[in-house]
């Protein structure tokens, strides 16, 4: 069964430093995404992560994967208060299904 | 273009009542998708369709919940009867299915109260 696992699970950030978050899955897979969700909103796609060594990035945001640690990060450059929200990583497994991880919650401070 | 529409958003209901919710995914999506989303936690996929079929319905309710997709365009999930442990956000996503990239598009969800 895959596992995805994401931490840490809250972080608060302040304004102007850079940050890295984690996502790590259990079993191989071909495909990572990165969703955006604000409060009371739905899932907003970021980034899909296709191969090993992929990067992508946009904005402040750059996301990238390591299949073979089976661990994806996405690190923040100079964080801003439009960044808060909850950061969730997903997994294609068997049959291209998702398996999402529980969500970072980011919150910026001045 | 309009994105994946969810009714309604917000639904408070007493236990053993039932409830439907409605999905419209993206135009010429064929691939439908039904999540639920618990506080403080990842969606977990419910149902997953393919135009009309339900390829993947492993981890549905089947003694309360029940889904369709009509003409494999809108879908309505339904529970009957509602118990305390089904507050929840419902979320639909839909996506065009194929290719390597496969992104799914979440509607707005429905936050389902039971009380």
């Known amino acids: 069964e895959l596992k995805v696992e994401q931490n840490p699970l809250f972080l608060s950030m302040q304004e102007g430093k850079n940050y890295t978050i984690y996502c790590n899955y259990s079993t191989t897979s071909d495909r990572l995404y990165w969703y955006r969700q604000d409060p009371g909103k739905s899932l907003e796609s970021l980034f899909v992560?296709?191969?090993?060594?992929a990067v992508k990035q946009e904005g402040r945001l750059m996301a990238s994967l390591d299949t073979k640690a089976r661990l994806s990060t996405l690190h923040i450059t100079a964080a801003v208060h439009d960044l808060s929200a909850t950061y969730f990583c997903a997994v294609a497994g068997a049959n291209s299904k998702l398996t999402f991880g529980k969500g970072i919650t980011l919150s910026v401070r001045p | 273009e309009a994105g994946v529409v969810q009714s309604p958003r917000y639904k408070i209901i007493e236990k053993k009542q039932p409830v439907a919710f409605w999905c419209n995914p993206i135009?010429?999506?064929?691939?439908l998708y039904w999540y639920r989303q618990n506080l403080g936690q990842g969606p977990e996929l419910l149902i997953r369709y393919e135009n009309e079929e339900a390829v993947d319905d492993s981890q549905l309710p089947k003694d309360r919940f029940s889904a369709e997709r009509l003409k494999g365009v809108d879908s309505t999930l339904k529970i009957q009867p509602a118990e305390l442990g089904d507050s929840a956000v419902y979320l639909c996503a839909s996506s065009q299915g194929g290719g390597s990239k496969n992104i799914q598009y979440f509607g707005a969800g429905t936050r389902l109260s039971v009380l």
């Open positions: 992560l296709l191969s090993n060594g």
């Open positions: 135009s010429g999506h064929n691939t």
